[in-house]
């Protein structure tokens, strides 16, 4: 096994997390609805932090659900919502995930969700690492982090959804 280095232990993590949605809830402070759509697993369990830290601060609504899409296959994957998709009209949407590598996974949700008549898209992920083959970005970061190519990040929750982050 690899050896594994601690970038985010559980305290910071969760501090991470409480400012980006400070910054979320700061950015659409003006707005009556947001949606956090979550990419299944990781990213979801990411989502459904930020949407109950950002319910607690904002003066709107904030909703969650999961997009389920093969990250291994997403190429040829239909993705899929939790929610019924008529609720994404006018909608405010922030897709996350935990790690954004080379962007495929972040492109093609966003791809899937500008399918529909949304009013803003926004991404977010918790660590950002700098080797894009996709042309996307995420607009709201936890941490950004250099790393090689050969080198992976792993970002593991416990039962109680405390999150850590790993350079392998």
Known sequence: MPNKTLILEKQVFQQKVVRMAYQIAEDYADEKKLI???IKENGAILAKQLQKQ???IADFDVKYCELSIDKDNYQKDVPALTIDTKELKNANVIL???????????????????EFPVRRLSTAVMVNRDHRRFPIKADYVGLSLATTMQEHIQVDF?????????LE
Do not use: M, R
């Open 54 to 56: 950002i319910a607690k």
């Open 36 to 38: 956090v759509v979550g």
């Open 158 to 166: 416990d039962k109680q959804g405390k999150g850590v982050a790993y």
């Open 96 to 114: 996350v995930d935990d790690v954004i590598n080379s962007g495929g996974t972040l492109i093609y949700g966003a791809k899937f969700l500008l």
